[in-house]
Antibody, heavy 120, light 111 residues
Framework: QVTLRESGPALVRPTQTLTLTCTFSGFSLSTNKMCVNWVRQPPGKALEWLARIDWDDDKYYSTSLKTRLTVSKDTSKNQVVLTMTNMDPVDTATYYC????????????WGQGTLVTVSS | QSVLTQPPSVSAAPGQKVTISCSGSSSNIGSHYVSWYRQLPGTAPKLLIYENNKRPSGIPDRFSGSKSGTSATLGITGLQTGDEADYYCGTWDTSLSAGWVFGGGTKLTVL
């Protein structure tokens, strides 16, 4: 049974760095073709893909946010960490982590999401 | 503004059929599989269609997907009030830099 769960602060101050952790079970990120992504959704708005890390440590970032994002994995802990620097109120959103199997490339499992509010 | 274009909203009566379009380009839909997701209010998206037209186990055959060129379509027949949700298309994009792209989402209202 595959599960993913996001964790991190609910409130972040402007200009601070956000660190989110995705803890997953039911698969290993050392297994061929496994990938974990981050997706966010501002209140009332559309889904926005942020980043992806693959089993072989390849990383991909949203073009518009790549200067602010870093994704990393700890295979032994079954965790993926996303950091986003210089947070702004427009970054207020629900942040999801989700699994993709490379090749067919579709999100087959999602976490429940965590709401991050950026406010002073 | 999303890379993939979807109508903001569609509506139909219970029991009827509705289609939701998703338009892209040669760097995304034109060269990669499309998947569709349904999002009920306050919940995470859920996979509906993958590899253009395949349904995961547990998704009824009322849901169908197709792709032609740089466009894809989600079809839903036998509409139920429980189908009211936001629907998103998505695919990989290999334009300037590789990344995943979503449509802007379509709100389905079952009248």
């Amino acid at each position: 049974q595959v599960t993913l769960r996001e964790s991190g602060p609910a409130l972040v101050r402007p200009t601070q760095t956000l660190t989110l952790t995705c803890t997953f079970s039911g698969f290993s990120l050392s297994t061929n073709k496994m990938c974990v992504n981050w997706v966010r959704q501002p209140p009332g708005k559309a889904l926005e893909w942020l980043a992806r890390i693959d089993w072989d440590d390849d990383k991909y970032y949203s073009t518009s946010l790549k200067t602010r994002l870093t994704v990393s994995k700890d295979t032994s802990k079954n965790q993926v960490v996303l950091t986003m620097t210089n947070m702004d109120p427009v970054d207020t959103a629900t942040y999801y982590c989700a699994r993709i199997v490379a090749g067919p490339d579709y999100f087959d499992y999602w976490g429940q999401g965590t709401l991050v509010t950026v406010s002073s | 503004q999303s890379v993939l274009t979807q109508p903001p909203s569609v509506s139909a009566a219970p029991g009827q059929k509705v289609t939701i379009s998703c338009s892209g380009s040669s760097s995304n839909i034109g060269s990669h599989y499309v998947s569709w997701y349904r999002q009920l209010p306050g919940t995470a998206p859920k996979l509906l269609i993958y590899e253009n037209n395949k349904r995961p186990s547990g998704i009824p055959d009322r849901f169908s997907g197709s792709k032609s060129g740089t466009s894809a379509t989600l079809g839903i027949t036998g509409l139920q009030t429980g189908d009211e949700a936001d629907y998103y298309c998505g695919t990989w994009d290999t334009s300037l830099s590789a990344g995943w792209v979503f449509g802007g989402g379509t709100k389905l209202t079952v009248l």
